[in-house]
């Protein structure tokens, strides 16, 4: 579990850069060609990450129903997102870490529903579910590369 946390953080500063690398403008940006931007991406990993491994653990999950809905898997970013907004997936992206991390160690996930990607993934436990969330965040992290280069 340490290696599979490990990469989590070290993923999650990768996408930090990019808080302080760019302008809310272009955060907001969708390139021609693209469907979505680059803050998008990162409030979408945050809401896969509670979706795979807390809803799925049957807990409570640490952000709104209207996040959800925001970033679930299959939305489109549909307006700017605002300085507020980004300053709280900012909060969001180390500090969900760390709630996960210290939940684990407290032994809060006891229970997973099965659940197949739409990628093909069959996840049938919480570790499973961390290790896919690596795999999907670096999905979105090669995604947000291309996204800089026309923002």
Do not use: C
């Given at each position: 579990?340490?290696?599979?946390?490990?990469?989590?953080?070290?993923?999650?500063?990768q996408y930090l850069k990019f808080f302080d690398g760019y302008s809310l403008?272009?955060?907001?940006?969708?390139?021609?060609?693209?469907?979505?931007?680059?803050?998008?991406?990162?409030?979408?990993?945050?809401?896969?990450?509670?979706g795979l491994v807390y809803r799925l653990s049957?807990?409570?999950?640490?952000?709104?129903?209207?996040?959800?809905?925001?970033?679930k898997n299959g939305s489109k970013p549909t307006g700017m997102t605002t300085q507020t907004e980004v300053d709280e997936l900012k909060v969001l992206l180390m500090t969900l870490l760390e709630k996960t991390k210290d939940d684990f160690?407290?032994?809060?996930?006891?229970?997973?529903?099965?659940?197949?990607?739409?990628?093909?993934?069959?996840?049938?436990?919480?570790?499973?579910?961390?290790?896919?969330?690596?795999?999907h965040e670096a999905l979105h992290l090669g995604f947000m590369m291309n996204i800089r280069k026309f923002v």
């Open positions: 579990m340490e290696t599979i946390f490990k990469i989590w953080e070290t993923s999650r500063k403008e272009q955060l907001n940006s969708i390139p021609k060609g693209f469907s979505n931007n680059l803050i998008w991406n990162i409030g979408h990993i945050i809401v896969a990450q509670q049957g807990l409570p999950t640490y952000i709104t129903d209207e996040m959800t809905d925001t970033y160690v407290k032994e809060k996930f006891n229970n997973y529903n099965e659940f197949t990607t739409s990628t093909g993934f069959h996840l049938a436990s919480t570790k499973e579910a961390l290790e896919f969330n690596n795999y």
